[in-house]
């Protein structure tokens, strides 16, 4: 159940977005047919979730109900390497649920680029941008209501990403704040890999997406820190 939870979402979103709006689509979406286009944001939003969820409710309750990091901590382990183990964790499960939704998208005929072996990469960078994020929120939250806020600002985020439809539809001001938010880079190039469409743009992308990543994984760690050591 747990290998086959992933496929579910993104099977329903393939039909519902990539054949159901996609046949709506006529022109090219992006230079790439819609299904194309909208099946490396499919991709992006499954992992990327996967990651937040992980480290929101998932580290939450090994915190706070299951006493796991209390257990953890009791031994030689540093706060710094609990955190950093829980951000490796939701990558790894991040990273299972790419390796099984890209044979779906393949099938679905969503892959246009063999570019695609290299989906992982950035879905990993965002996934650890996400996990560090969220671990952070995470080791400040004192409530497991106080999430309501931060997920809904998460999913709100993912809709100015470019997972559903081109950022540059956008008016110019939104289009600036949508890039901003390093969660667009990783799905940018996780799209680029799936059609096989690079330019000098993408490399940019990936030096931000890991130096903010970077920056947020040592908060994350400070910020647990802080939380479990007295």
């Known amino acids: 159940m747990e290998l086959a939870a992933p496929l579910i979402e993104p099977v329903f979103m393939i039909f519902a977005f990539g054949w159901g709006v996609g046949s709506l689509v006529a022109s090219r979406v992006a230079g790439v047919p819609y299904l194309a286009f909208v099946g490396a944001g499919v991709l992006s939003f499954a992992v990327i979730s996967r990651a937040m969820f992980e480290t929101t409710y998932g580290s939450y309750f090994r915190m706070v109900y299951q006493s796991t990091f209390d257990a953890i901590l009791a031994t030689p382990v540093e706060a710094e390497s609990l955190a950093f183990a829980e951000i490796c964790w939701a990558m790894t499960k991040a990273l299972v649920d790419v390796l099984l939704i890209l044979p779906v998208l393949f099938l679905f005929g969503a892959i246009e680029s063999a570019w695609a072996l290299f989906a992982p990469l950035p879905l990993l960078a965002g996934s650890l941008f996400v996990a560090a994020t969220s671990l952070g929120v995470t080791a400040h939250v004192r409530d497991i209501d106080s ?16 997972v559903w439809y081109p950022i540059d539809v956008m008016p110019a001001w939104l289009q600036a704040i949508a890039w901003a938010i390093p969660l667009t880079s990783a799905i940018d190039l996780a799209r680029a890999t799936l059609i096989g469409q690079f330019t000098p743009r993408h490399a940019l992308e990936a030096i931000y997406l890991i130096v903010i990543s970077l920056a947020l994984t040592e908060w994350a760690m400070r910020s647990l820190r802080r939380r479990m050591v007295v």
């Open 147 to 162: 999430y309501n806020l931060y997920i809904s600002l998460f999913f709100s985020a993912l809709f100015l990403c470019g």
